[in-house]
């Protein structure tokens, strides 16, 4: 869908869509609404929608502003967020039995009630590669955290 800008005097007055109407303040109205219209004072341009910049995400907008003379939307971009790398569990079972810590990694969950519940939660078979505790845990017991929560192949 295209969208045309009714301007005036290099101002946006309206936002309207190619093929409808376009009520013109004070005069009447103009129909069908063309790119490149003009009449009464007023004008209809396209509408320029710029491309989301690599690795963002609209947040907001859009708002149409006059930008170098042309009608611009304009919206609000954030970070799209990194996906968490997930582990299965029993592949850091596997991890901690060739690297010979199991024994350690049981006794340092058996001591924290906290860790202990979600590491053995139902229905919660991953842990991620950058969760804090995890990692505190696999350093605490002498383990590589980068080789025990390393993504799968």
């Given at each position: 869908?295209?969208?045309?800008?009714?301007?005036?005097?290099?101002?946006?007055?309206?936002?309207?869509?190619?093929?409808?109407?376009?009520?013109?303040?004070?005069?009447?109205?103009?129909?069908?609404?063309?790119?490149?219209?003009?009449?009464?004072?007023?004008?209809?341009?396209?509408?320029?929608?710029?491309?989301?910049?690599?690795?963002?995400?609209?947040?907001?907008?859009?708002?149409y502003?006059?930008?170098?003379?042309?009608?611009?939307?304009?919206?609000?971009?954030?970070?799209?967020?990194?996906?968490?790398?997930?582990?299965?569990?029993?592949?850091?079972?596997?991890?901690?039995?060739?690297?010979?810590?199991?024994?350690?990694a049981?006794?340092?969950?058996?001591?924290?009630?906290?860790?202990?519940?979600?590491?053995?939660a139902?229905?919660h078979?991953?842990?991620?590669?950058?969760?804090?505790?995890?990692?505190?845990?696999?350093?605490?017991?002498?383990?590589d955290?980068?080789?025990?929560?390393?993504?799968?192949?």
């Amino acid at each position: 869908m295209t969208l045309l800008a009714l301007i005036r005097d290099n101002e946006i007055v309206s936002i309207v869509r190619a093929g409808g109407w376009a009520d013109l303040p004070g005069v009447g109205c103009v129909s069908p609404a063309q790119d490149g219209w003009e009449g009464e004072g007023y004008r209809l341009a396209a509408v320029t929608e710029p491309e989301t910049p690599e690795g963002k995400q609209i947040v907001s907008g859009p708002t149409y502003k006059m930008i170098e003379g042309v009608p611009t939307a304009v919206y609000q971009y954030e970070d799209i967020p990194a996906e968490r790398v997930r582990i299965d569990k029993t592949t850091v079972h596997e991890r901690l039995i060739a690297a010979g810590k199991m024994d350690a990694a049981y006794a340092a969950l058996m001591q924290n009630s906290t860790y202990f519940a979600r590491w053995f939660a139902p229905g919660h078979t991953y842990v991620y590669a950058d969760d804090p505790d995890a990692i505190a845990l696999l350093l605490a017991i002498g383990a590589d955290p980068d080789v025990i929560l390393a993504p799968e192949a």
